[in-house]
């Protein structure tokens, strides 16, 4: 039986694509005491004696650190998620736990790691490389041959010209126009995107 961890927004748009792929969930897990249930999907507390009854998990949570905490701590099978309306090449490779949304295009030779976000009409463009819990948000556009490390956050419709390198858990705000490379764990905003100085 196939299980969600996290009952908000995102596990919405995830029991859709479940849905529309014809394998409905069972029922999600969440840590909130207070949710019993989302639609008429049944919510439940999690405890490893569940894991007998799982055939398959997506970790719906939007937030990289939490969705790789919990990866780490479940040991259970986890599947993918593909929106039918999604073009996925033949020739792109897609991760475990992975998760893409209504029209994203996904082109040849893109490898995308586990427990990614691919969010609702994002580009991934040809031999581009996503490390895992990447979370690639809605209208992003990322072209050829970029490399994007683990945990990085991309912007709602930011884009990243062709061949950039983007560090492990860097965060590209909405709307920026990534030009040159960025460093782990860097924010990164503007047209054409600057590094934030820390104070």
């Given at each position: 039986?196939?299980?969600?961890?996290g009952?908000?927004?995102?596990?919405?748009v995830?029991?859709?694509?479940?849905?529309?792929?014809?394998?409905?969930?069972?029922?999600l897990?969440?840590?909130?005491?207070?949710?019993h249930?989302?639609?008429?999907?049944?919510?439940?507390?999690?405890?490893?004696?569940?894991?007998?009854?799982?055939?398959?998990?997506?970790?719906?949570l939007?937030?990289?650190?939490?969705r790789?905490?919990?990866?780490?701590?479940?040991n259970?099978?986890f599947?993918?998620?593909?929106?039918?309306?999604?073009?996925?090449?033949?020739?792109?490779?897609?991760?475990?736990?992975?998760v893409v949304?209504?029209?994203?295009t996904?082109?040849?030779?893109?490898v995308?790691?586990?427990?990614c976000i691919?969010n609702?009409?994002?580009?991934?463009d040809?031999d581009?490389?996503?490390?895992?819990?990447?979370?690639?948000?809605?209208?992003?556009?990322?072209?050829?041959g970029?490399?994007?490390?683990?945990?990085?956050h991309?912007?709602?419709?930011a884009?990243?010209?062709?061949?950039?390198?983007?560090?492990?858990?860097?965060?590209?705000?909405?709307?920026?126009?990534?030009?040159?490379?960025?460093a782990?764990?860097?924010?990164?905003?503007?047209?054409?995107?600057?590094?934030m100085?820390?104070?």
């Open positions: 039986m196939i299980y969600l961890y009952a908000s927004g995102h596990a919405k995830i029991l859709e694509i479940l849905e529309h792929q014809g394998t409905k969930a069972a029922g897990f969440d840590d909130n005491q207070e949710l249930s989302l639609w008429e999907y049944e919510v439940h507390r999690y405890a490893p004696e569940w894991n007998s009854k799982i055939s398959g998990m997506l970790i719906a939007g937030n990289n650190n939490v790789k905490l919990i990866a780490e701590k479940l259970v099978p599947i993918k998620g593909i929106h039918p309306g999604a073009s996925v090449s033949g020739r792109a490779v897609l991760g475990d736990g992975s949304m209504a029209g994203v996904i082109n040849a030779d893109a995308i790691g586990r427990h691919i609702t009409n994002a580009s991934v040809h581009c490389a996503i490390e895992d819990y990447v979370h690639i948000s809605p209208n992003v556009a990322v072209c050829g970029v490399t994007i490390g683990e945990g990085a991309i912007g709602a419709g884009v990243i010209k062709p061949g950039i390198v983007i560090g492990r858990w860097a965060t590209i705000g909405a709307g920026c126009v990534v030009i040159r490379d960025v782990e764990n860097a924010v990164v905003i503007g047209n054409p995107g600057k590094e100085t820390r104070q």
